[in-house]
């Protein structure tokens, strides 16, 4: 009997992801770090007002609150409980 490829579909390809997201959540922030770099397009004012000296101190950097933002965006995730 002939041994035929498994066909893909779409919501295998959801599935897969759903779960590497699940497993693996910096290896999606690296993905996003190496290959859609946002530092360009974050304006210098941001960086000034979220560094100032006399605001609260910061856990994170600006991009990777941004990263957050988008990906809870991206992902439909209606809390931001998920990306702190």
């Known amino acids: ?4 490829p498994k066909q893909i579909s779409l919501v295998d390809i959801i599935d897969s992801f ?3 997201v699940a497993s693996k959540p910096v290896k ?8 859609f770099d946002i530092s360009p397009y974050i304006p210098l004012k941001w960086h000034l007002e ?4 006399n605001g609260r101190p910061h856990k ?13 965006r991206f992902l439909s ?3 931001t ?4």
């Not at 994170?60 to 809870?72: D, H, M, N, P, R």
């Not at 409980?81 to 702190?84: A, E, G, S, V």
């Open 60 to 72: 994170y950097s600006l991009k990777s609150s941004l990263y957050a933002l988008i990906i809870q």
């Open 18 to 20: 759903d779960e590497s």
């Open 50 to 53: 979220y560094n100032s000296w």
């Open 28 to 35: 999606l922030f690296n993905l996003l770090d190496q290959y």
């Open 1 to 4: 009997m002939p041994n035929f």
């Open 77 to 79: 995730i209606p809390t």
């Open 81 to 84: 409980k998920f990306c702190w």
